[in-house]
């Protein structure tokens, strides 16, 4: 599976737009991206999903540009209950695969009042 | 809609003892899936199982643990003669599909395992 590279750690204040990026320039011609969000003492949560170019949802946005190799979650003006990781995962969910998730070390975000 | 669920979501154990964690996958999912976060860490994949079968294994320890998703009932994660290092919070998450390409890993409140 595609491994991904995302900052450790971001910090905003209530009201900005947060965008964290994440690398993954090996990435497979049939992998999906997805982002969960994970609160301390919590189950992550799935935020959003995509293959390429723009998904938007009630929560969030991702954007994949042409080559796939990163992919950016856009949180539109954050609020201190956005404070939590955020992790980006690659893989293939299709017959090949097990279905199982890679978690890496997710993006640690802050956002002060 | 119930979501996944899990208990106990606390649990102590002394070392030597048998920890079993138990889950409720969502309703209509028959994919089951296995995660322990260490502290301070990221979630780590242990086992993915469907009804009456263990599909991928491959992130489960040798010795001591075991996984069941049975015919009727929850899946069962199980640790026999626990140690300090098997301290940690477990995750189950499940699914409609399994392998599907556009499939959705819904993660329960997790169990908290302190072993003394």
């Known amino acids: 599976l595609a491994k991904t590279t995302q900052p450790i750690s971001m910090d905003s204040y209530e009201g900005q737009e947060v965008n964290i990026t994440c690398s993954h320039n090996?990435?497979?011609?049939?992998?999906?991206i997805t982002w969960y969000q994970q609160f301390p003492s919590q189950g992550p949560r799935f935020i959003i999903q995509?293959?390429?170019t723009k998904v938007t949802n009630e929560v969030a946005s991702l954007f994949i540009p042409a080559d796939r190799k990163s992919s950016t979650l856009s949180l539109p003006r954050v609020s201190l209950s956005d404070t939590a990781v955020y992790y980006c995962?690659?893989?293939?969910?299709?017959?090949?695969?097990?279905?199982?998730?890679?978690f890496g070390q997710g993006t640690t975000l802050q956002v002060k009042p | 809609n119930a979501g996944v669920m899990q208990n106990p979501r606390h649990l102590v154990r002394r070392r030597g003892q048998e920890a079993r964690l138990r889950c409720s996958p969502m309703?209509?999912?028959?994919?089951v899936y296995w995660y322990r976060q260490l502290p301070e860490e990221g979630l780590k994949f242990m086992v993915y199982?469907?009804?009456?079968?263990?599909?991928?294994e491959s992130g489960m320890p040798k010795e001591r643990f075991s996984a069941e998703f049975p015919k009727e009932g929850p899946s069962i994660l199980r640790i026999q003669q626990v140690v300090r290092g098997d301290s940690a919070a477990y995750f189950c998450?499940?699914?409609?599909?399994?392998?599907?390409?556009?499939?959705?890993?819904?993660f329960g409140p997790g169990t908290r395992l302190t072993v003394l």
């Open positions: 998450a499940s699914s409609h599909w399994g392998r599907t390409s556009t499939d959705t890993q819904y």
């Open positions: 090996n990435i497979a011609t049939n992998d999906y």
């Open positions: 995509g293959y390429k």
């Open positions: 995962l690659v893989g293939v969910h299709g017959s090949s695969n097990t279905g199982k998730l890679i």
């Open positions: 309703k209509g999912h028959s994919h």
């Open positions: 199982l469907q009804k009456e079968n263990i599909i991928d």
